[in-house]
Every structure is written in structure tokens, then in C-alpha cells.
């Protein structure tokens, strides 16, 4: 059990004791205390219970003391302080043992089971092919691929599902701005609606239809299926190779128009109308979702007789269930956050557990270099795709920048930092602290040391040797809540922290002879090479689970 469940399930075991109600007691927060003299950890939840129970938060904390029995090989102390927060000191021993724990698990190291092979889908991206992937695209992406690490380091069977829709008016759209930009540049004159999709894209696509000698096909409407065919095809070639750049592969590509084919949507309108959830107004078919506490019901089926996206999505999601996954993670930009309850809705209707599936919708994403930003418009093309933003700051920062910022709030991307070699860009700070492991390492085998030999590590006892060994061994919980919670960011940040930390300790050696890593003292030498490969340890697998490569040289 990691160190913060550990400490959670101790106090709530010691708040039944005390007798105190734990109807609707709110988790259990744990976190590092803000005064280091007062604990390495700390919770509120004496603060929290005190309203409920009417009494003084200090007096609940005392009597939640009082009950607790905690290992006193792992909790050296437990004191209340302030207006009542209980603090929790590690024992030194404990944390010494948390170290080598790390060093002999290596890059199993943060992983965990209480997943218990949980069959997990997560959905992401699933962008129409009409054109290449822009940045916001890339933030979903990434967010999706490194919550299906977190899911798999903590057990869960994870499938990478893409889901999009090759059919419609806005792919017949696509194919005709495909075929009038090949019959200009055949050398007609033609009038290019303000609507249709414009970018090079488009005319490199035509480009590769007259090289296929089907210029001929473009002064004919009935010809549009082939630039649809030829524009899906190039597109989401380009989609998948821009993926594969950045680290990404799904294991299943879910096409819209298979719901049609296979009767689906014609089921699923059929059991909502048998359950009388759906009835004929307007010409139009509409879903009763007033049923399910919405202010209106909403329409499945246009009076022209084309569904709305709704349709399809409530027959997707209902094969999301049968096929079997126990958990469903639909990861959506912000323009869905007024839609994705109707298909919610349409599970309900049907039968199905809603509470199957966790929606995470992220916010938009702007660029900037330095303090001007980048303006862009999608309808003019003037947007810039996730593969061009790679080859401006490369694959690295590029997952790095879009995952260091919560998904509930909006990302402004500065190319400028992105680009700095230097302690001020996040992804080279945190690289370059792997890198310098990697160098100390190498040095101290180049002087006849054995980097691998295993210690106690009795030697350590300085307060940034300490500082460091205590922040390394949270990174299990780190991985843990971020998987639990779905909020990859907490990952960067705490990498951030390690850095911060591993790079105190580095300074302190350069001002002070004796804190050097490598000494005449070679119990020592092995101590503090120990720490270091047990924070370089911390470091890979933290930017493991973040799709970021591991530097050894910088």
C-alpha cells in the first residue's frame, strides 16, 4: 500500500473509533505539510469533521490522534498543529528503505495493480479526415496517450480508440474543394466558395490527381467521390504518420458509417420509441431527455430526415458497452461540453450504466512566441498543424508543454520557451537533470566505482540528501491520483519538483566539498551514487509516462 493510502486508510480506521459520524465524510486529503518542521505530511480532515460534529478542530484532531495506530517504523511523529492539522513525520530508516526500493524495482517503479486488469477504452482525437491536425488536436492527443500510460502503469487493459465519420456533407465538401482546385490548376477559371476548405493541403491533394491523370474527372460533379476517396485517403495517411511522430498508435479506428451499415442507429431509435423515450414532432424525431432532468428534449432526427450527431453517438457508446469495457474515457475539447450529456442520456435510456463512462473535456490552446500571440483561423487555413509545431520545438516539448497545465484550463503555448535551452523551459530543466545523473554515474565508474554495489544508505543524513529521498519516494501516489483523477499534469509537476530538488542537492555539493557525490569516502561515494540512481530512476519513469525521451548526454 502506498505511503499516502496507508496514512488514509489509518485515519479513517481511527475516526470510526473516535465515534465520530463518517456520513458523507469527504475524502481524505493528503499532502505535503507547508512548514517542513511541522511534517513531511499532512491532512485537514479534523478541520473538515469539526462543523459536523460541533466541536473545536483541534480537540477532533487530538481525539484522531489519539486512535490512530500507525507503524512507528514508517511514522516517527504525529503532532496537531495550527487550527487543527494532524502533520505525520517519516522515519528516517523508512524513507532509506523507500530509496532501495526504488533502485531494485527500476523501471517497474511507480507501477501499480489496484487497476486489476479493469478492460478500459479511452477515445481521443478522432478528428474527421478533412485535414491535417492542427495544435489543438495535438493537446487531445496527448492527453489521451499519456492517460493510457497512467491506466496501464496502474493495471488497467487499455484500448486506443479513434472514432470519426468519412461521410456526410462536410467530406462532399472536402472532395469538391479537392476537384475545383484541380480544375484551376488544370488552368480553368472557377469560383471558389468561401466555405469549402482552403490550406495547400487541398491543392497538394489535387496536385496528386492530375498526376494520376484524373484532371479530366474535375469538370464533373458526379466525379466528386473520387477527390473524396483520393482527399480521405491522403489525409488520414497524414493523420496516422503525425501520430506515429509524436508516439501515438490506436488500436482500433471506429468508422461513423459502420453504425449505419450494421443497423445500429435504426435499433437504437427503435428501443427508444418501445420505451416511448422517443416520438414524432415537426417531421422530425425527437429523444425525451426531460426524462432524464435536461430543460428540453432534443432532436435524433431532422425533418429532412439526416440524424444529428446525437444518434450516431448514443449507437457508438452503446457498442462501447457491448463490448465489454468496464471503463470508457471520452476525452473532448470544450465546443462538446453542452453535448456530450444527451448521449450520457441515451445510455440511460437504453438500459446502460453511464457512470461506465468518465467524459474529460480540455480547454483550447494558443500560441505565442515570447508575449505576442499567434492569431489563427481554421475556416482560412492559416492554422498551424501539430506537425509543423514538432518541427518548430520538437517532439519532446511538444508533449511536454501540452501536459504541464491542467486540461481544465486554457494552454497558452510559447514557442519561445519551448525553444530555450535553459533552467526556464520545463522539459530541458527536468532532462537535463536525467542527463546529469547520467554523467555522475559514468564518472564514478570511469573511477573504479561500482555504480550497482547496494547499500543501506546510513551515510545520508544531510538536509538535502533527506529532502531528495523523501520526494522520490512519492512518486508512486504521484502516479496513483493522476491515474485515479485523470490528471496527467500532476506528473510534470512533480517531475519538476524532483529536478528542483536533485539540482539543490547538486549545488550544495559544489559549495560545500564535503556534500560532493564522488569522495575519498567511498561508503559515502556509494550513499550518495545510490541517491543519484535512484532519482534517475524516478526521472525516466516519470518522463516514460509522458511519451519523453530520457537523455543521457545534453
Same mark, same amino acid.
Given at each position: 500500500?502506498?505511503?499516502?493510502?496507508?496514512?488514509?486508510?489509518?485515519?479513517?480506521?481511527?475516526?470510526?473509533?473516535?465515534?465520530?459520524?463518517?456520513?458523507?465524510?469527504?475524502?481524505?486529503?493528503?499532502?505535503?505539510?507547508?512548514? *517542513?518542521?511541522?511534517?513531511?505530511? #499532512?491532512?485537514?480532515?479534523?478541520?473538515?469533521? %469539526?462543523?459536523?460534529?460541533?466541536?473545536?478542530?483541534?480537540?477532533?484532531?487530538?481525539?484522531? =490522534?489519539?486512535?490512530?495506530?500507525?507503524?512507528?517504523?514508517?511514522?516517527?511523529?504525529?503532532?496537531? %498543529?495550527?487550527?487543527?492539522?494532524?502533520?505525520?513525520?517519516?522515519?528516517?530508516?523508512? =524513507?532509506?528503505?523507500?530509496?532501495?526500493?526504488?533502485?531494485?524495482?527500476?523501471?517497474?517503479?511507480?507501477?501499480?495493480?489496484?487497476?486489476?486488469?479493469?478492460?478500459?477504452?479511452?477515445?481521443?482525437?478522432?478528428?474527421?479526415?478533412?485535414?491535417?491536425?492542427?495544435?489543438?488536436? @495535438?493537446?487531445?492527443?496527448?492527453?489521451?496517450?499519456?492517460?493510457?500510460?497512467?491506466?496501464?502503469?496502474?493495471?488497467?487493459?487499455?484500448?486506443?480508440?479513434?472514432?470519426?465519420?468519412?461521410? @456526410?456533407?462536410?467530406?462532399?465538401?472536402? @472532395?469538391?474543394?479537392?476537384?475545383?482546385?484541380?480544375?484551376?490548376?488544370?488552368?480553368? *477559371?472557377?469560383?471558389?466558395?468561401?466555405?469549402?476548405?482552403?490550406?495547400?493541403?487541398?491543392?497538394?491533394?489535387?496536385?496528386?490527381?492530375?498526376?494520376?491523370?484524373?484532371?479530366?474527372?474535375?469538370? #464533373? /460533379?458526379?466525379?466528386?467521390?473520387?477527390?473524396?476517396?483520393?482527399?480521405?485517403?491522403?489525409?488520414?495517411?497524414?493523420?496516422?504518420?503525425?501520430?506515429?511522430?509524436?508516439?501515438?498508435?490506436?488500436?482500433?479506428?471506429?468508422?461513423?458509417?459502420?453504425?449505419?451499415?450494421?443497423?445500429?442507429?435504426?435499433?437504437?431509435?427503435?428501443?427508444?420509441?418501445?420505451?416511448?423515450?422517443?416520438?414524432?414532432?415537426?417531421?422530425?424525431?425527437?429523444?425525451?431527455?426531460?426524462?432524464?432532468?435536461?430543460?428540453?428534449?432534443?432532436?435524433?432526427?431532422?425533418?429532412?430526415? /439526416?440524424?444529428?450527431?446525437?444518434?450516431?453517438?448514443?449507437?457508438?457508446?452503446?457498442?462501447?458497452?457491448?463490448?465489454?469495457?468496464?471503463?470508457?474515457?471520452?476525452?473532448?475539447?470544450?465546443?462538446?461540453?453542452?453535448?456530450?450529456?444527451?448521449?450520457?442520456?441515451?445510455?440511460?435510456?437504453?438500459?446502460?450504466?453511464?457512470?461506465?463512462?468518465?467524459?474529460?473535456?480540455?480547454?483550447?490552446?494558443?500560441?505565442?512566441?515570447?508575449? /505576442? *500571440?499567434?492569431?489563427?483561423?481554421?475556416?482560412?487555413?492559416?492554422?498551424?498543424?501539430?506537425?509543423?509545431?514538432?518541427?518548430?520545438? @520538437?517532439?519532446?516539448?511538444?508533449?511536454?508543454?501540452?501536459?504541464?497545465?491542467?486540461?481544465?484550463?486554457?494552454?497558452?503555448?510559447?514557442?519561445?520557451?519551448?525553444?530555450?535551452?535553459?533552467?526556464?523551459?520545463?522539459?530541458?530543466?527536468?532532462?537535463?537533470?536525467?542527463?546529469?545523473?547520467? #554523467?555522475?554515474?559514468?564518472?564514478?565508474?570511469?573511477?573504479?566505482?561500482?555504480?550497482?554495489?547496494?547499500?543501506?544508505?546510513?551515510?545520508?543524513?544531510?538536509?538535502?540528501?533527506?529532502?531528495?529521498?523523501?520526494?522520490?519516494?512519492?512518486?508512486?501516489?504521484?502516479?496513483?491520483?493522476?491515474?485515479?483523477?485523470?490528471?496527467?499534469?500532476?506528473?510534470?509537476?512533480?517531475?519538476?519538483?524532483? %529536478?528542483? =530538488?536533485?539540482?539543490?542537492?547538486?549545488?550544495?555539493?559544489?559549495?560545500?566539498?564535503?556534500?560532493?557525490?564522488?569522495? /575519498?569516502?567511498?561508503?559515502?561515494?556509494?550513499?550518495?551514487?545510490?541517491?543519484?540512481?535512484?532519482?534517475?530512476?524516478?526521472?525516466?519513469?516519470?518522463?516514460?509516462?509522458?511519451?519523453?525521451?530520457?537523455?543521457?548526454?545534453?
Amino acid at each position: 500500500m502506498k505511503i499516502h493510502q496507508y496514512i488514509q486508510q489509518s485515519l479513517l480506521d481511527a475516526i470510526k473509533k473516535s465515534k465520530f459520524s463518517t456520513e458523507d465524510l469527504p475524502e481524505i486529503q493528503i499532502g505535503p505539510g507547508k512548514q *517542513k518542521q511541522h511534517g513531511d505530511l #499532512s491532512t485537514n480532515i479534523a478541520i473538515l469533521l %469539526a462543523s459536523k460534529e460541533k466541536k473545536h478542530p483541534q480537540d477532533v484532531a487530538r481525539v484522531i =490522534v489519539h486512535h490512530l495506530n500507525l507503524d512507528e517504523s514508517k511514522i516517527s511523529q504525529i503532532n496537531v %498543529a495550527g487550527p487543527g492539522f494532524i502533520n505525520f513525520t517519516f522515519h528516517l530508516d523508512y =524513507v532509506r528503505g523507500a530509496v532501495n526500493e526504488i533502485i531494485e524495482l527500476g523501471d517497474r517503479y511507480g507501477r501499480d495493480d489496484w487497476g486489476n486488469g479493469k478492460k478500459t477504452q479511452v477515445e481521443f482525437v478522432s478528428a474527421n479526415p478533412t485535414g491535417p491536425l492542427t495544435i489543438g488536436h @495535438g493537446r487531445q492527443a496527448v492527453l489521451g496517450d499519456t492517460i493510457a500510460r497512467l491506466l496501464e502503469a496502474t493495471h488497467h487493459e487499455v484500448t486506443r480508440e479513434y472514432y470519426f465519420n468519412d461521410a @456526410g456533407r462536410q467530406m462532399r465538401i472536402l @472532395g469538391d474543394s479537392v476537384r475545383l482546385r484541380a480544375c484551376e490548376l488544370s488552368g480553368d *477559371k472557377i469560383e471558389f466558395p468561401d466555405d469549402y476548405y482552403q490550406g495547400e493541403y487541398i491543392r497538394n491533394i489535387a496536385r496528386q490527381a492530375i498526376k494520376e491523370k484524373k484532371s479530366q474527372y474535375a469538370r #464533373s /460533379e458526379k466525379h466528386i467521390p473520387y477527390f473524396q476517396s483520393l482527399a480521405e485517403r491522403v489525409i488520414f495517411d497524414d493523420i496516422k504518420q503525425t501520430l506515429s511522430r509524436l508516439g501515438i498508435a490506436f488500436d482500433v479506428y471506429y468508422n461513423e458509417k459502420s453504425l449505419y451499415e450494421t443497423g445500429r442507429v435504426k435499433r437504437v431509435i427503435q428501443e427508444l420509441r418501445e420505451k416511448n423515450l422517443a416520438y414524432n414532432r415537426d417531421g422530425a424525431v425527437w429523444f425525451r431527455t426531460t426524462h432524464f432532468g435536461q430543460e428540453q428534449d432534443r432532436v435524433i432526427v431532422k425533418s429532412s430526415g /439526416e440524424p444529428t450527431y446525437r444518434l450516431p453517438d448514443i449507437a457508438y457508446h452503446k457498442d462501447k458497452m457491448e463490448r465489454g469495457f468496464d471503463l470508457v474515457i471520452d476525452i473532448f475539447g470544450a465546443d462538446h461540453i453542452a453535448t456530450y450529456p444527451d448521449v450520457l442520456a441515451g445510455l440511460e435510456a437504453l438500459g446502460y450504466d453511464s457512470s461506465r463512462v468518465k467524459v474529460l473535456i480540455h480547454q483550447f490552446v494558443t500560441l505565442s512566441e515570447g508575449k /505576442e *500571440k499567434i492569431k489563427m483561423s481554421t475556416r482560412k487555413a492559416n492554422f498551424v498543424t501539430l506537425d509543423e509545431l514538432m518541427d518548430e520545438v @520538437g517532439v519532446d516539448a511538444t508533449r511536454y508543454f501540452f501536459l504541464n497545465r491542467s486540461m481544465s484550463t486554457h494552454l497558452n503555448f510559447d514557442l519561445s520557451l519551448a525553444k530555450t535551452q535553459s533552467e526556464e523551459n520545463p522539459v530541458y530543466y527536468v532532462q537535463y537533470a536525467h542527463a546529469r545523473i547520467c #554523467s555522475i554515474l559514468r564518472y564514478g565508474q570511469q573511477q573504479g566505482i561500482d555504480t550497482e554495489s547496494k547499500t543501506d544508505l546510513s551515510l545520508l543524513k544531510a538536509p538535502e540528501e533527506i529532502d531528495l529521498m523523501k520526494t522520490l519516494m512519492m512518486f508512486p501516489d504521484v502516479v496513483a491520483s493522476a491515474a485515479r483523477e485523470f490528471e496527467p499534469h500532476r506528473i510534470p509537476t512533480y517531475l519538476e519538483e524532483v %529536478a528542483t =530538488v536533485y539540482h539543490r542537492f547538486q549545488h550544495a555539493g559544489k559549495k560545500d566539498d564535503t556534500l560532493r557525490v564522488v569522495t /575519498e569516502d567511498v561508503p559515502l561515494t556509494l550513499d550518495r551514487l545510490a541517491l543519484c540512481r535512484a532519482t534517475r530512476i524516478v526521472l525516466a519513469n516519470g518522463l516514460t509516462l509522458m511519451g519523453i525521451s530520457k537523455p543521457e548526454k545534453m
